[in-house]
């Protein structure tokens, strides 16, 4: 969801104004999933080196994070939404914390869309736990350390049930990854956008989901029938 900061200076805005106006497009954007068939949907909201920031906006992040869980709770709870936070949690306020336990746990059984909130995310953060998981796994069972599996670390990851992503959409112009779901964008296609995060709309979700389906996904085969582009999800 990239481009709030410079969506803001445009309009002479701070740049909390424009992760208010991404916050909205967010709620739109969710809405709009189940229309186009997804039913996994993962949002990068907040990078360990998000900290960074001055205190002014990190603090504003975090309290619109918790005002947007708190006012859009009843709302995800009956349209059958799931929603999960993957990230280092214990480094969020504790308000929060409890807040996410709270909606993870309301939502935990909800089926007709899963939205991944990545919060203090980092992909090699999420490497790194997962290998400490797998040796931590190792030494309390005494199961052997080897050989290791890739089953193996993505039951370590901060969500194992969620599938790879098919489609990473990312705007703001920028045409790089920033340490985001390193293991599981291995076969992922990429869809690079100008416009900043609060002007993506579902008309540019259905767009991005067209160029999507032109293409051909071989996963380092070669091309068939079953890959050719008519036959993407
Ligand atoms: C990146 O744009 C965006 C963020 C660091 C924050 C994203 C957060 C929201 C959209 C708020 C709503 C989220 C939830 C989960 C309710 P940037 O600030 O780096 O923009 P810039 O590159 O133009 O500076």
């Not at 708190?70 to 929603?83: K, T």
């Not at 999960?84 to 306020?93: D, V």
């Not at 979700?205 to 029938?225: N, Y």
């Amino acid at each position: 969801m990239d481009g709030n900061g410079r969506w803001a200076s445009d309009r002479g805005k701070p740049r909390v104004f424009g992760h208010q106006q991404g916050a909205k497009t967010l709620t739109h954007i969710i809405r709009s999933c189940p229309k186009y068939g997804i039913t996994h949907l993962t949002v990068y909201a907040f990078s360990p080196e998000n900290w960074q920031r001055g205190a002014l906006e990190v603090n504003a992040l975090m309290r619109l994070f918790q005002i947007y869980l708190r006012a859009y709770m009843g709302e995800l709870d009956r349209e059958n939404v799931q929603i999960r936070i993957i990230g280092e949690r214990s480094k969020l306020p504790t308000v929060l914390q409890r807040m996410i336990e709270k909606i993870e746990t309301k939502t935990k059984n909800h089926t007709r869309l899963v939205v991944q909130v990545a919060l203090n995310y980092g992909g090699r953060d999420e490497l790194l736990h997962a290998a400490e998981t797998l040796i931590a796994r190792h030494q309390n069972t005494k199961t052997p350390a080897l050989p290791l599996t890739q089953e193996d670390l993505v039951s370590a990851l901060w969500n194992p049930s969620c599938p790879d992503p098919d489609l990473l959409i990312r705007t703001g112009g920028e045409m790089r990854l920033s340490n985001f779901m390193l293991w599981q964008l291995a076969y992922t296609e990429f869809v690079f956008l100008p416009q900043y995060w609060p002007d993506f709309t579902a008309d540019d979700l259905g767009q991005a989901i067209a160029q999507f389906k032109g293409r051909q996904r071989r996963f380092g085969r070669i091309p068939t029938e079953q890959n050719a582009p008519e036959s993407n999800p």
